[in-house]
């Protein structure tokens, strides 16, 4: 079975640009997630879907960042306008289900430098 | 708050060596725990999990974990390491109650020197 697809895997831009990270899951999966994941760091959670509706996007900062999955299928993460110290790699994750019982499969990342 | 403790940041052994690494989490009720698994240049896998039952779970590639309830540890062991085993290991921690996402520790790079 095909993994969670993610694009673009590297990119760099200056600060106060925007920038967008698109993720396609593993077909059927109905939760979807994105991770920050700074250096040094372990990944942590931004926002959680279902289908295509926010479970949990508690530690988002809604400032500047959102994210949506329109079709219950493919989503995209913004970040608009980039500070430094968004400089992390951005994981995408995708989950039969979201309980605790159903095993997260992680895509590639987009390893995001904001100079 | 959930949160989970990784103690060992950067661990180095050589081939056959025996490997622990310490996981605590914080978390007043019951939870999932997981340890995952980053190659170089690969994505994030799961190694192993504990929902429940036997509290020594085995993983992948020889390696086993132990939940111990009563100091909120879930330690990951292998009896003897091999040079593939080099790779960035996390612990991670899911609630099942209340807010249910996954928290991550800040991982152990390991190692394993020929």
């Known amino acids: 079975e095909a993994g969670v697809a993610q694009s673009p895997r590297y990119k760099i831009i200056e600060k106060r640009q925007s920038v967008a990270f698109w993720c396609n899951p593993i077909s059927g999966h109905a939760t979807l997630y994105w991770y920050q994941q700074i250096l040094g760091q372990g990944p942590k959670l931004l926002i959680q879907f279902q289908n295509n509706g926010v479970v949990d996007d508690s530690q988002l900062p809604k400032d500047r960042f959102s994210a949506e999955r329109l079709k219950g299928v493919d989503s995209t993460l913004k970040i608009q306008p980039a500070k430094l110290e968004d400089s992390a790699v951005y994981l995408c994750?995708?989950?039969?289900?979201?309980?605790?019982?159903?095993?997260?499969?992680f895509g590639p990342g987009t390893r995001l430098t904001v100079t | 708050a959930q949160s989970v403790s990784q103690h060992n940041h950067h661990v180095i052994l050589s081939e056959a060596a025996s490997l622990e690494l310490g996981c605590n989490y914080s978390?007043?009720?019951?939870?999932?725990l997981f340890w995952y698994v980053q190659y170089p240049g690969q994505h994030l896998q799961l190694l192993l999990k504990?929902?429940?039952?036997?509290?020594l779970v085995k993983g992948i590639k020889g390696f086993e974990a132990e939940f111990i309830k009563s100091k909120f540890s879930f330690n990951l062991r292998k009896p003897s390491v091999q040079w593939s085993d080099t790779a960035e290991y996390f612990c991670a921690v899911k609630g099942l109650t209340g807010a249910n996402n996954l928290f991550f520790g800040t991982g152990t790079r390991l190692t394993v020197i020929p």
């Open positions: 504990y929902f429940s039952g036997d509290p």
């Open positions: 994750a995708s989950s039969l289900e979201g309980g605790g019982y159903y095993e997260q499969y």
């Open positions: 978390y007043g009720g019951t939870v999932n």
